[in-house]
């Protein structure tokens, strides 16, 4: 479950955390994040435990802002950036993009804040780019940054 809002051409996304019950062990294709074998997770209250992200694109820069400080673009996101820009319409393909994403909860505390944070980025572009697929779909791309993050687009208990 996300929760959407569309204010002046930026989107705002808030995604939920899930924390994994029972993990996987290594990938059976790496390029695509596919896990080699499957495991369990439970998809935190997104009311409790989320990470909000913005997206805006514009004509001047790119850049990301994460929990209040600029950061660089790593590959991961870069991977789900590029391939939502492939699906989208040419006028969008020159566009740069703000992002601004934070969680409402520690980074790095073992609560899967980068699969909430690329959960929401691919959300919140996908609405960006009109790029209209299903969560199924969404749930595959946000997995190029994060296994985990596919886990982050369905509520309750998610096999992976």
Partial sequence: KHFISRAFGKYTVKAPTNIALIKYWGK???DINLPLNSS?????????FFTQTSIELNDEKTQLILNNE???????????????????KPENLEKKIKIESSNNFPTAAGMASSASGLAALTFGLAKAYKVNISMEELSGIARLGSGSASRSFFGGIVEW
């Fill in 70 to 88: 600029p950061a660089e673009i790593t590959g991961r996101i870069s991977r789900v950036i590029n391939m939502l820009k492939s699906l989208t």
């Fill in 40 to 48: 369990i997770s439970l998809t935190v209250d997104i009311e409790q």
């Fill in 28 to 30: 059976s294709n790496e």
